[in-house]
Structures are given as structure tokens and as C-alpha cells.
């Protein structure tokens, strides 16, 4: 992460999270979650994908432009992260859990 002169981050961990939930909900209206994987099932390499939801879980047509960037802009703020894994992240709690977590229950 970037810092200022004083060492200290530019952009602090929480802070972060949750600006980027609010820009993600600003742009992408009535989205809940944002699924984000280096494999889209319509390329044979490695490539950005994002399947956003709403509240009751239901896939949200976003364009492709769209979903790009929000992807981006999440893989940005976590780049620690072990993408080798799709990870869900929570636009209401501004957390990223790796996607076989949530699905067995254990995500926040």
C-alpha cells in the first residue's frame, strides 16, 4: 500500500474497505456481494470475473466494463489475498472472504 512521507498508509486498512463498498454500491445499485475470480468461464487464461448479487442472491446483470473494474478495484484493495481462489466480497459488512468459505457457512 502506498504511504505518505510520514510512513503512515495513505489509505488505512478500514477506511479503504469501506470506501470502496460505498463506491462499489454507488455505481453498481441494489448489488449486496461481488464475486471476484481470475477465471472467467469463457477464457481459456487467466482473466478478471465478477458476478455481482442483490440481497436475496440473485445475479445482477452488470455489464462486462462494469464488472471489470469493480473487480480491480477489489483485487486493489486486498492484493495479499490468494486470488488463485474467487473471493466474495460484502458490500454491507466491507469484508472479503474467499468464496469455499462462504459457501460452507464460515465467512463473515
Do not use: Y
Not at 8 to 31: V, W
Not at 71 to 76: K, M, N
Not at 78 to 102: G, I, K, M, N, Q
Request: charged share 20%.
Amino acid at each position: 500500500m502506498l504511504a505518505m512521507p510520514s510512513g503512515t498508509p495513505a489509505c488505512p486498512e478500514d477506511d479503504c474497505q469501506h470506501r470502496l463498498a460505498a463506491q462499489l454500491a454507488d455505481m453498481i445499485p441494489g448489488a449486496a456481494t461481488i464475486r471476484v475470480s481470475l477465471t472467467d468461464p469463457q477464457r481459456t487464461w487467466p482473466h478478471l470475473h465478477a458476478i455481482v448479487k442483490d440481497e436475496a442472491g440473485e445475479t445482477l446483470k452488470v455489464g462486462r466494463n462494469t464488472a471489470r473494474v469493480a473487480a480491480r478495484w477489489i483485487l486493489r484493495v486486498w492484493p495479499e489475498a490468494d486470488w488463485s481462489r474467487s473471493h466474495v466480497f460484502d458490500l454491507a459488512a466491507a469484508t472479503l472472504t474467499r468464496s469455499d468459505l462462504v459457501a460452507a457457512g464460515r465467512g463473515c
